[in-house]
């Protein structure tokens, strides 16, 4: 029973620390659209076209 309390008390605090730290869910404009700028619309734009796919809006 000792050690299944101690591991409810550890499994809290790990999720208070996760919850404080503001972990947040990826946002498309702010970390998304940049790497698609960076590493995809070389080859994948209205121009190239590279496998029939426009990246470009």
Same mark, same amino acid.
């Not at 101690?6 to 702010?30: E, K, L, T, Y």
């Not at 940049?34 to 080859?43: G, N, S, T």
């Given at each position: $029973?000792?050690?299944?309390?101690? $591991?409810?008390?550890? %499994? ?12 947040? $869910? ?13 590493? %995809?619309?070389? %080859? ?11 990246? @470009? @809006?």
């Amino acid at each position: $029973m000792k050690y299944l309390r101690q $591991m409810i008390i550890v %499994c809290f605090v790990w999720a208070f620390v996760a919850h404080a730290n503001g972990v947040s $869910m990826p946002d498309f404009n702010r970390d998304i659209a940049p790497l698609i700028a960076k590493r %995809c619309l070389e %080859c994948h734009n209205k121009r190239d076209l590279k496998g029939d796919v426009n990246l @470009t @809006t």
